[in-house]
């Protein structure tokens, strides 16, 4: 039972352009929602995280849209360059009781073309 | 401070064989938490110690096992290994408490012949 579903599998953006991946999950007794990256040859890196209380969050190029009520959140990055190129992963976790048990979407290869 | 390690890097075995993992967290990090990554099936959680108590457990049959020891250091075992085993293995450790980011080592690639 996949609980974080994530779009697209695949994306190419033009250099400057913007890279959406979205993402939706359904247990609402998540409370904390990662995004990672993950280049060939190396484990995930997180990249930018975001907890329901909140809407937006933004890291540079990097933002996190969340909408709570839709159950979907969504990374964007502005200016895309080449060295963006990478498997983007949404992850989603519980907080409560200190434990980890992230549950990661299945992952958006991004290309990012000059 | 070194990042995660893990060894070894890759490993090929035969089917009905068993095998060891080792993931040697960051300095401090008392969390230690173990993926399984397919392609087909994506990145999922196998299971998280603290303080050398298995702390939480994803959906994997009993033939995959952990333990962490008291300078933090985890191993995982697969015994019985199957075809479907092979995957890319990733150990992620955090200091535990209530900081939450986790960070992953580079894996180990594991074949199953």
């Known amino acids: 039972q996949q609980q974080v579903k994530q779009s697209p599998q695949s994306l190419i953006v033009q250099k400057g352009g913007i890279s959406i991946i979205n993402c939706a999950y359904e247990n609402t007794a998540f409370d904390y929602f990662p995004w990672y990256q993950q280049f060939p040859g190396k484990g995930p890196a997180l990249l930018i995280a975001i907890r329901p209380d909140v809407s937006e969050k933004k890291e540079g190029r990097f933002t996190i849209s969340f909408n709570k009520s839709a159950k979907q959140f969504s990374l964007h990055i502005m200016d895309s360059q080449p060295g963006d190129s990478a498997t983007y992963f949404c992850a989603a976790d519980y907080l409560t009781g200190g434990g980890n048990k992230l549950t990661f979407g299945t992952g958006t290869q991004l290309k990012v073309e000059l | 401070k070194a990042g995660v390690t893990q060894t070894p890097r890759y490993l090929i075995k035969t089917r009905g064989q068993q095998v060891t993992l080792s993931c040697s967290p960051i300095?401090?990090?008392?969390?230690v938490s173990w993926y399984q990554q397919t392609p087909g099936q994506g990145l999922q959680f196998l299971f998280e110690?603290?303080?050398?108590?298995?702390?939480n457990k994803g959906n994997f049959p009993g033939r995959f096992s952990g333990r962490q020891f008291s300078n933090s250091r985890s191993e995982m075992n697969v015994s019985t290994l199957e075809l479907g085993d092979s995957a890319l293995y990733l150990c992620a450790s955090r200091p535990g408490g209530s900081y939450n980011e986790q960070f992953f080592g580079p894996g180990t690639r594991l074949t199953v012949l």
């Open positions: 110690y603290f303080s050398e108590t298995q702390r």
């Open positions: 300095s401090g990090h008392r969390s």
